[in-house]
């Protein structure tokens, strides 16, 4: 069973639709008696860190989270959370990854926030298992995750960032696998079979 945590943020409607066309059985909450037993968790989330943080804390989720030993998989800002620090509202994230998330550079000459497909490499073998080099993706972000040790792909948007991140236990896409076609399903499909 997956949990998928429930915590007043967006974008659960799409990772919930990803699943069911996976067929993988889901549980969408933030009781976190019924994350426990969960197999393995997914962190989604669409909008600001600090008020994201603000309602992870409120559920009593952070401490949670910084306890599980089962998958987890944050996406989008999901991942961001996973995180040390986003400039994003000054806020101090759950600080599983070091790192820190940066805004693009507003004068960068490229839009922002980056929205569109774009490709993923230096793939980590645990999380991209069949996914060929350079394949593309879906992302919608001003912010992002620097590179270090445990980034576990990188795309290039004016500069190199983590695109995914994986630690132990703990792995986070930066971009939408739910909404990225076949490439998006097997990532998504690599990570239902994780075991705890």
């Known amino acids: 069973m997956t949990g998928i945590i429930d915590y007043n943020t967006g974008n659960i409607r799409s990772v919930e639709n990803a699943l069911m066309r996976l067929g993988g059985d889901y549980v969408l909450t933030s009781d976190t008696e019924v994350l426990s037993a969960c197999d393995r968790l997914i962190l989604p989330g669409v909008g600001d860190a600090g008020y994201a943080m603000a309602q992870l804390r409120a559920c009593g989720l952070d401490s949670f989270l910084k306890s599980c030993t089962m998958p987890v ?78 980034t576990a792909s990188v795309t290039t948007y004016g500069i190199p960032f983590s695109s995914s991140l994986r630690k132990g236990n703990f792995m986070g896409c930066q971009f939408h696998p739910e909404k990225s076609g076949d490439v998006g399903e097997k990532i998504l499909s690599n990570f239902l079979k994780m075991e705890p």
């Open 73 to 150: 998989l944050g996406i989008c800002l999901g991942m961001q959370l996973l995180c040390s620090y986003s400039e994003e509202s000054d806020t101090d994230c759950l600080g599983i990854f070091p790192n820190l998330v940066r805004r693009f550079e507003r004068s960068m000459p490229l839009k922002v926030p980056h929205v569109g497909w774009n490709d993923i490499t230096g793939l980590d073998p645990v999380l991209y298992d069949g996914v060929p080099e350079g394949s593309y993706v879906y992302f919608v972000h001003s912010y992002f995750a620097e590179i270090n040790e445990d």
